[in-house]
């Protein structure tokens, strides 16, 4: 089956839930506050043609770890913790046990897979249900499925299901008596994009003390840009509109809100296609006004304004974005993704700039900043190291469409979609 080799359990046991009042039959969803008589199945909240089955919790795979089937419940073979547990577990050492049922193909595809888990629980034991879901690229990941269920941004054609159980005592119970699941499809919110890219060339702005065109006072070492439209020019103190400005060996970026207007040109919205760009309409999509006027003579070399075009920039950095941010040493050519151009959840960064990771933890190399008010495409989160910051104390790192992490205490809100553990 394909299912991950047994040694990598533990680490996938770390979302199990737990509860540790005395022992009741539960759903999953509510094992926070045990109650008891009948459930109500998942199904009941599907929309039409939702397609519903039960787990096979009674058939022992190769691939099942710890597990067994008696007296109509799924438990722990062995409660004793296991040996690998030992050093890493928090707090303390667990037994461990995983049942992996058959797939099964769907009627028809889906975008969503919620689990109805009847267990037993009580003095430490957890239970979770978990699924994927296979399509064409292959298997998704592994996600929980109780609660809300598991939401795929592409629908899915078979489903597989796994039980995973945990009991941090030999008298703690963990035990599953059904699990009911229900596959339909619903509206979904695509991955997070960065929307569209282009290389352009890159000047440093300075002018500490001057007045961008939303009203700042330039700060030195201050974390913005300028693009030359104002259609994309954020009001002051938001970022509205955040550009990912990286250079082009990729080694640095810093995400920053577009703040002031330049360089050259003021009405060239040169990421849009012809038919919305506002002026230079013949020009190709990505391509700056000022750009054609330097390499090419477009516009007799000039500018909007008639002043000779003396550079080819289409962007303009701000000294801490410059610096600190890129760390260039003189103007360059650079990759601007244009953000509001994208899809998905976006997070604000509520306090910067802030260091942007090549993992989920301050042990992990710093691969550039996020400015503050900068508006991030988050694509997923992961658990890593718990931070403090101004807004919490989170494990949850936010995982970026570039394919750095951000450390969730420092994102003051997140829009435009649910952001799911990756």
Not at 79 to 90: G, I, K, Q
Not at 190 to 217: C, D, H, K, P, W
Not at 261 to 282: C, I, L
Request: hydrophobic residues 40%.
């Amino acid at each position: 089956m394909d299912c991950p080799p047994s040694r990598t359990l533990s680490s996938l046991l770390a979302g199990v839930l737990t509860a540790t009042a005395g022992a009741s039959v539960v759903p999953a969803a509510a094992l926070a506050a045990p109650r008891t008589g009948p459930t109500v199945p998942a199904a009941t909240a599907a929309g039409p043609g939702a397609e519903r089955w039960a787990a096979d919790l009674a058939v022992a795979g190769g691939d099942d770890v710890n597990v067994r089937w008696s007296a109509g419940r799924l438990r722990l073979a062995d409660t004793r913790p296991a040996a690998r547990t030992r050093p890493a577990a928090v707090g303390g050492p667990v037994a461990e046990g995983a049942l992996l049922a058959a797939p099964r193909t769907l009627a028809r595809p889906a975008t969503r897979v919620r689990a109805q888990v009847t267990a037993e629980v009580a003095g430490g034991g957890g239970v979770q249900a978990q699924v994927r879901g296979w399509r064409a690229a292959g298997w998704t990941e592994w996600r929980e499925a109780a609660g809300a269920g598991a939401v795929f941004d592409r629908p899915v054609t078979r489903v597989q299901t796994r039980v995973l159980l945990t009991a941090r005592d030999p008298r703690a119970t963990a035990s599953v008596r059904a699990v009911e699941l229900t596959a339909d499809t619903v509206a979904t919110v695509s991955a997070a994009t960065a929307g569209l890219v282009y290389r352009v060339f890159a000047t440093r702005e300075g002018s500490v003390g001057g007045q961008t065109a939303n009203g700042r006072i330039i700060q030195a070492r201050d974390h913005f840009v300028a693009l030359p439209s104002r259609r994309a020019l954020s009001p002051l103190n938001t970022g509205d509109y955040t550009v990912r400005v990286c250079t082009t060996s990729g080694s640095r970026c810093e995400y920053a809100p577009v703040w002031d207007v330049g360089p050259w040109n003021t009405r060239d919205d040169y990421w849009n296609p012809s038919a919305v760009r506002e002026n230079w309409k013949d020009l190709p999509q990505g391509r700056p006004e000022a750009q054609a006027a330097y390499q090419s003579g477009y516009n007799g070399g000039r500018d909007q304004f008639g002043r000779t075009v003396r550079n080819p920039a289409g962007i303009d950095l701000a000294d801490g974005t410059f610096w600190d941010g890129l760390r260039l040493t003189d103007n360059a050519w650079v990759d601007v993704a244009y953000l509001w151009t994208g899809t998905g959840p976006r997070g604000v960064v509520g306090d910067g700039p802030l260091n942007v990771r090549t993992g989920p933890g301050t042990g992990y190399g710093v691969r550039g900043l996020a400015a503050r008010y900068a508006n991030v495409p988050i694509q997923c989160y992961v658990v890593g190291q718990t931070v403090t910051g101004p807004y919490r104390t989170t494990n949850r790192w936010n995982r970026l469409a570039g394919g750095q992490y951000v450390s969730h205490a420092y994102i003051s809100a997140v829009y435009g979609g649910t952001v799911s553990l990756c």
